[in-house]
């Protein structure tokens, strides 16, 4: 797999599901694969989300997944069986943003910061923001 396109789908997955880079990086492609909800225990406060994937999601993860095994990680380390490192994801994240010409202090936090704006120019009330970035 390409690793320009595993950079570019961790900060879309960040981006479109709203969750925490400590909430993507554990899940497995048959977490996503084929499911129309995506089904997260949150490592911060221990509740299950229940997010609803789009058809972009759907259709990047396809795309993403296809030369990885079920029970793949995501995001594998080349340090055996796991995930990257939270570390290795604001690298990441960080890269993509010096070479998008961003200059500002950015992270893997920033991925739902994004999509809680997002929805805000859908729906502006303070309580949907506040259930979206889970306070």
């Not at 789009?54 to 795309?63: F, G, H, S, Y």
């Not at 929805?119 to 949907?128: D, E, K």
Request: hydrophobic residues 40%.
């Amino acid at each position: 797999m390409n690793r320009s396109y595993r950079d570019y789908f961790l900060f879309f997955m960040g981006i479109t599901s709203g969750l925490r880079i400590s909430d993507i990086l554990p899940l497995r492609v048959w977490d996503v694969k084929s499911a129309a909800h995506l089904k997260v225990r949150e490592k911060k406060n221990g509740n299950t989300r229940r997010i609803l994937m789009t058809d972009a999601l759907k259709n990047e993860i396809q795309k993403y997944c296809r030369t990885l095994g079920d029970s793949d990680y995501l995001f594998p380390s080349r340090n055996g069986d796991k995930p990257i490192s939270r570390v290795q994801a604001w690298n990441i994240i960080n890269a993509a943003a010096r070479y998008a010409g961003i200059q500002d202090s950015i992270g893997t936090r920033s991925m739902m910061t994004f999509f809680v704006s997002s929805a805000n120019c859908v729906s502006s009330t303070t309580a949907r923001a506040k259930r979206l970035r889970m306070h």
